[in-house]
């Protein structure tokens, strides 16, 4: 199993990135997908989660209304859209896959498949 996270890098304050993921290994279309992110000295934290058809979504208080999660069965890939991106977002990103039956994730805890992380990085 392969999650292969892209798309970090550096950006100001107020900038957009997107970051995307692509899985192989899995049965992708079965996977609620994630994101969750790690600061430096911080624990790792829950971004965002969509569901299996993409037909549900859930974001962490602190993103909502500035990310997007979505997507592409056909491609095996999830994406996240930031916008408005703060230095507080800047962090280490990881993709996560999970096929236990949950409609979405936001615990880390017994999640079947992590990526190895994209570094986003925002300045002031």
């Known amino acids: 199993v392969q999650l292969q996270a892209s798309g970090g890098g550096l950006v100001q304050a107020g900038g957009s990135l997107r970051l995307s993921c692509v899985a192989s290994g899995i049965t992708f279309g079965r996977n609620v997908m994630g994101w969750f992110r790690q600061a430096p000295g911080k624990e790792r934290e829950f971004v965002a989660s969509?569901?299996?058809?993409?037909?549900?979504?859930d974001y962490a208080d602190s993103v909502k209304g500035r990310f997007t999660i979505f997507r592409d069965n056909s491609k095996n890939t999830v994406y996240l859209q930031m916008n408005s991106l703060k230095p507080e977002d800047t962090a280490v990103y990881f993709c996560?896959?999970?096929?236990?039956?949950?409609?979405?994730?936001?615990?880390?805890?017994?999640?079947?498949?992590w990526g190895k992380g994209t570094l986003v990085t925002v300045s002031s």
């Open positions: 969509i569901s299996w058809n993409g037909g549900s979504t």
């Open positions: 996560t896959a999970d096929s236990g039956g949950r409609l979405l994730v936001r615990s880390a805890s017994g999640i079947h498949y």
